[in-house]
Nanobody
Framework: QVYLVESGGGAVQAGGSLRLSCAAS????????MGWFRQAPGKERDFVAG????????VYADSVKGRFTISRDNAKNVAYLQLNSLKPEDTAVYYC?????????????????????WGQGTQVTVSS
């Protein structure tokens, strides 16, 4: 089990950038798939991006492809989400999530219910 803490959210104008960080504590970070989700007021919590525990496979929601980049540094136990070319519709609370999956180093699920560990969220607000 890991404990996740997000940081890096804030307010930015459309077209701007942010980098979100997810610091993980606990055991066996390298065996955890990491994902980012977001939830706007009154909306479902939706998948944004995921990365396999090897770092070799990434998956993105269609709405963020080409703009967001997920990465991880297993030596530092940190996962990142780089948000570029931000749009007002990107405004949401962004959550870091993790799934222990040691059996396949390339596995990246995209469903909210697939992940078992969650951070507290960090607010991203994009103004026009």
């Amino acid at each position: 089990q890991v404990y996740l803490v997000e940081s890096g959210g804030g307010a930015v104008q459309a077209g701007g950038s942010l980098r979100l960080s997810c610091a993980a504590s606990g055991r066996a970070f390298v065996s955890y798939v990491m994902g980012w989700f977001r939830q706007a007021p009154g909306k479902e919590r939706d998948f944004v991006a995921g990365i396999s525990w090897s770092g070799g496979t990434t998956v993105y929601a269609d709405s963020v492809k080409g703009r967001f980049t997920i990465s991880r540094d297993n030596a530092k136990n940190v996962a990142y989400l780089q948000l570029n070319s931000l749009k007002p519709e990107d405004t949401a609370v962004y959550y870091c999530a993790a799934l222990k999956y040691p059996w396949n180093s390339d596995y990246v699920p995209a469903g909210r219910l697939d992940y078992t560990e969650w951070g507290q969220g960090t607010q991203v607000t994009v103004s026009s």
